[in-house]
């Protein structure tokens, strides 16, 4: 089993529609990161979560650390959010930390 | 403008040939790493460096050298290529200031392969 599972692995969504990607791990944690990587292979850092609930614009980020559990939101989907979605948590202690990532969620918006 | 430049884009060589894909951040980061991407897999650290001088393996360092002689640069060495070293790398960066959760900024990648 892998510390970091992401799902769905695939999503096929209408424009327009909420988006849920959710995250779960199975190791104590410091901070999990959404990232965004677009068919050109660009990497970019959506969020970065200790705690709680972020909101960037149509994207909101979620955590419970107590379940070991993020998830995802999109709003208002488009089809300029079609993208791979990966969470990634760090672990262990300064000077010693370590970035797990899950395999990614491939969302595909159509018009 | 702030960014993490990875050079070459493309590469493809032969086994054995020794090889370095540089990686270069303008963002005064204490914090670098290096990635390698392959399908099913996701991400995988291959090493990281907490600053000049310090570096530690990551989860998939086999085959792999790397060297923080600046701040700013964090070449990745492939001493011996092997085609099962065919990915694609990605170089990031982030501050290591206290706490050390920071975001991650990541260079465009780097598609190699070994042939």
């Known amino acids: 089993k892998n510390e970091v599972e992401q799902s769905p692995q695939n999503l096929t969504a209408q424009e327009g529609e909420f988006i849920t990607i959710n995250c779960s791990y199975s190791?104590?944690?410091?901070?999990l990161h959404w990232l965004q990587q677009h068919p050109g292979g660009g990497i970019v850092s959506l969020f970065m979560?200790?705690?709680g609930k972020k909101k960037h614009g149509r994207l909101i980020a979620t955590i419970n650390i107590q379940e070991k559990h993020s998830s995802l939101h999109i709003t208002a989907s488009h089809p300029r959010d079609s993208a791979v979605y990966i969470c990634?948590?760090?672990?262990?202690?300064?000077?010693?930390?370590?970035?797990?990532f899950g395999t990614g969620t491939r969302l595909t918006i159509i018009p | 403008e702030a960014q993490v430049t990875q050079n070459p884009r493309y590469l493809i060589t032969v086994t054995g040939k020794k090889l370095t894909v540089t990686c270069s951040q303008n963002m005064n980061h204490e914090y670098m790493s290096w990635y390698r991407q392959d399908p099913g897999l996701g991400l995988r650290q291959i090493y990281y460096s907490m600053n000049v001088e310090v570096t530690d393996k990551g989860d998939v360092p086999e085959g792999y050298k790397v060297s923080r002689k600046e701040k700013r640069n964090f070449p990745l060495i492939l001493e011996s290529p092997s085609p099962n070293q065919t990915s694609l790398y990605f170089c990031?960066?982030?501050?290591?200031?206290?706490?050390?959760?920071?975001?991650?900024?990541f260079g465009n990648g780097t598609r190699l392969t070994v042939t």
């Open positions: 990634a948590v760090r672990s262990g202690n300064f000077g010693n930390e370590k970035l797990t």
């Open positions: 990031a960066s982030s501050p290591a200031s206290l706490p050390w959760y920071s975001p991650l900024h």
């Open positions: 979560l200790s705690s």
């Open positions: 190791v104590g944690i410091s901070a």
